[in-house]
């Protein structure tokens, strides 16, 4: 059957192919099959019931989550209580060992004290040789430069030396003869000035 035969038969004909008429005010009426409908109903209380059964769940979830909150700080308080008791009982029978302790206690304050303070100027040490070996590197090496310096210098003083010995002996000898020519030809000149007045 065909859509505009199930629109142009009436409620008795529809009702009686299985179709169901839906009217909502407003809007016009809409047709469809009870079967669907069925299916719809039932996936319909499926989802409550899922619904109903999850928040079911989490109810539970959230008792049982209180009660082991509720447990847990019982356990808590009855720890309290037990360390407090304890505690009583150990100063009441051995107040002795316990100062003993207490004073063994301070001692090995003091003795912590006394190793970090030494640490402390171990590092200060440590700091004043590393300063001392730097200042040595950089003496040293100053010391090598003059060296080199002073190695240039007695090779320019030696080279001073040999051209001194070369003036002595090769240019002086030259210089005084080539002055003693020139006095003796100043005096020829003088000489020849003298006859010619």
């Known amino acids: ?7 142009g038969a009436n409620r008795a004909t529809l009702a009686g192919l299985g179709y169901r008429v839906y009217r909502v005010p ?3 009426a809409r047709y469809g ?3 669907a409908d069925v299916d719809a109903d039932v996936d319909a209380d499926s989802r409550s019931f899922c619904l109903s059964r999850e928040k079911l769940n989490m109810q539970q979830l959230n ?3 209180a009660s082991y909150l509720q447990q847990v700080q019982c356990l808590e308080a009855a720890n309290q209580r037990l360390e407090q008791e304890i505690q009583e009982e150990l100063d009441r029978k051995c107040p002795r060992e316990r100062r003993q302790l207490d004073g063994h206690l301070r001692t090995v304050s003091l003795l912590r004290e006394l190793i970090s303070e030494a640490i402390s100027a171990q590092a200060q040490v440590k700091l004043q040789l590393l300063g001392a070996e730097l200042t040595i590197h950089d003496f040293n090496v100053r010391c090598e430069k003059q060296r080199e310096q002073r190695g240039r210098v007695e090779a320019e003083l030696s080279n001073l030396r040999c051209l001194d010995e070369d003036l002595k002996i090769q240019t002086l000898p030259e210089l005084q003869s080539l002055i003693s020519d020139q006095e003796q030809h100043l005096v020829q000149l003088q000489i020849q000035h003298q006859q010619v007045q």
């Open 1 to 7: 059957m065909s859509l505009w035969q199930v629109v």
């Open 26 to 28: 407003g809007a016009p």
């Open 33 to 35: 099959a009870a079967a």
């Open 63 to 65: 008792r049982r989550l």
